[in-house]
């Protein structure tokens, strides 16, 4: 495992440097070749917009976090998803597009619930704080992406899992993080395709 520290990375975010996020991701995928690693993950789903300039460069393969979410979500028959992450995420097209390829839409929060959330989890989750009122806010957005049609929710974040979850959200939730743990360790054993996590609540019967 190895990570330069988050400031780092925000820091490239911020000022809208995607090379040189990946130039970050590279040199963490470098020492893990050294290491004797097989292949590589990355659980932050943010700085998947860097994946293009990362993965041609990289001498190790990648599993790329929101192809490994959208099979999950086609395997469990989902049509339209929603998504909810940091503000970079859900503007971009990471989950969308691998989405899109099998099939299924990919809804997004409006502009302000985006902002909302990406506050909570910058000025919070990251911090190890974890407040009522953020969880209802999350629950209340999940809540409208689910009168929109939505089926389940991606959470798209590391820190959101902290605070949401099957137990307490209105559609069933898609653990990027978790999703992505399971997958390697499947690759790691031999097997190529994800485990699916069948535990998990399916689409709502039409």
């Not at 974890?130 to 629950?139: E, G, K, L």
Request: glycine share 6%.
């Amino acid at each position: 495992m190895h990570t330069p520290p988050l400031a780092k990375y925000v820091a490239c975010l911020e000022a809208g440097d995607w090379h040189g996020v990946g130039d970050l991701m590279l040199a963490s995928a470098e020492k893990l070749a050294a290491t004797g690693a097989d292949f590589l993950i990355c659980p932050d789903n943010t700085i998947h917009q860097a994946f293009d300039h990362v993965a041609p460069r990289s001498t190790l393969p990648w599993l790329h976090i929101a192809e490994v979410v959208a099979e999950e979500a086609a395997n469990r028959g989902f049509r339209n998803v929603a998504l909810t992450g940091t503000a970079w995420l859900v503007a971009s097209e990471v989950n969308p597009d691998k989405l899109t390829a099998r099939g299924i839409l990919c809804s997004r929060p409006d502009p302000a619930a985006r902002a909302e959330i990406n506050r909570i989890i910058m000025d919070e989750l990251v911090h190890g704080i974890f407040t009522p009122d953020a969880v209802a806010y999350f629950q209340a957005t999940i809540d409208g992406l689910k009168e929109r049609g939505c089926e389940a929710v991606i959470l798209g974040c590391t820190e959101i899992p902290l605070i949401i979850g099957d137990e307490n959200a209105s559609l069933p939730t898609l653990d990027s993080t978790r999703l992505l743990a399971r997958a390697a360790l499947s690759r790691a054993a031999g097997n190529p395709a994800p485990i699916p996590e069948t535990s998990r609540r399916g689409p709502p019967r039409p």
